[in-house]
């Protein structure tokens, strides 16, 4: 089944066209980074008004780099939450429109569990059931899937979720946005165990990471002055450290606990090298496979959300025009 996907929750305007839920034929991401750059963070106006902007043309280049066309399409997958309401309703729109004109089947897609079946897009793929970890700008919780409509949280962030954590510290710093990017690239110059951060709940699956985000502001509240450029590189690759080091030891500790030897790590975050390498390394140790997808996978996009589609969709799932956005949905949530 060749499906288009569209994927518009938070700043990036996405579509893609993948068969049979495997091969991706074209993957086009249209980035509002620059633009809330200047604002240190995702402006939900801006983003929306940007998505309407971009939208229909991010959806021909999908189509054109494909090489088919609207004719060729067998069903609309696209973005239904979690995720700002102004910029899912943009793409929830379209995709509504295209369905109807073109008669073709739309269904509506979780955004994590999208992040989630991007690993199913690896050669070879996870087999099920594994222990899923999703790591992003909004959602930090580590999942038992059993299949992909069963689905259980095994733990989940009790404050801020990961990404963010990454984006109010680069802020802090006054280093750039989207503070996870710019972290992972100047940590490699710096020393983990320089300056050392935090580890909460420690025999939870929870997380927290409040507590490192206060400790970084505690530090340079104590220096009185901003840190050098020569300072920098120690201080975020302690914080990311810290960061990484809670994420590799719960998921592990939760696939242990489960008695599962294969484990999922996906979201925007999942892009970091250092916790990309921490997980491939102790995984090993402890005779787990790892599943990350590449980077372009782990951000968002409209490939992830098309894979999930093409499998609600052959299961017979169709949604109609009274289809709405959620900004919230739980995964164990079937709407
Ligand atoms: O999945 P995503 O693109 O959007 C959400 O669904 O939130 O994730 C965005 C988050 C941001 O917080 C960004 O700082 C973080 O992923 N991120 C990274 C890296 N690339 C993106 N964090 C650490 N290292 C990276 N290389
Ligand atoms: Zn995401």
């Known amino acids: 089944m060749l499906v288009l996907g569209i994927e518009s929750s938070c700043d990036e305007t996405a579509a893609a066209v993948v068969r049979d839920g495997k091969r991706v034929l074209s993957n086009v991401i249209a980035s509002q980074v620059r633009i809330h750059g200047k604002y240190g963070g995702v402006v939900p106006e801006i983003a929306s008004r940007k998505h309407t902007e971009a939208i229909v043309s991010v959806i021909l280049q ?26 899912l309703l943009v793409g929830l729109s379209t995709a509504k429109a295209l369905a109807f004109a073109r008669d073709l089947p739309l269904v509506g897609v979780n955004h994590l569990s999208g992040h989630i079946a991007a690993a199913m ?24 899937v059993r299949d992909f409509d069963d689905i259980q949280t095994l733990g989940q962030t009790r404050d801020d979720a990961a990404g963010e954590a990454f984006d109010k510290a680069a802020k802090l710093l006054d280093i750039g946005y989207p503070g996870g990017v710019v972290i992972d ?20 699956l929870d997380f927290s990471f409040s507590g490192v985000k206060t400790s970084l502001l505690n530090l340079v509240k104590k220096q009185g002055r901003p840190f050098s450029a020569a300072e920098i590189p120690d201080v975020v690759a302690g914080f990311q450290e810290a960061i990484v080091d809670v994420l590799v030891r719960k998921t592990l500790k939760a696939a242990n606990q489960e008695a599962i030897r294969r484990v999922v790590v996906c979201g925007g975050v999942a892009a970091n090298s250092h916790l990309r390498s921490r997980f491939e ?55």
């Open 62 to 87: 999908a189509l054109c780099e494909a090489g088919a066309e609207l004719n060729d399409i067998e069903g609309i997958a696209v973005t239904r939450g979690p995720g700002l309401i102004g910029s």
């Open 121 to 144: 897009l690896m050669d070879p793929p996870p087999a099920l059931p594994f222990v899923a970890l999703v790591v992003s700008g909004g959602h930090t919780n580590i999942y038992l």
């Open 185 to 204: 690239q100047l940590a490699k110059q710096g020393d983990p165990g320089a300056v050392l951060f935090p580890r909460a709940m420690r025999d939870s």
């Open 281 to 335: 390394h102790d995984a090993g140790d402890q005779e787990i496979e790892v599943f990350i997808p590449p980077p372009v996978f782990c951000t968002d996009n409209a490939a992830m959300i098309a894979v999930v589609g093409e499998r609600l969709l052959s299961t017979g799932r169709r949604d109609g025009p009274d289809l709405n956005a959620v900004s919230r949905w739980p995964l164990e949530l079937r709407l």
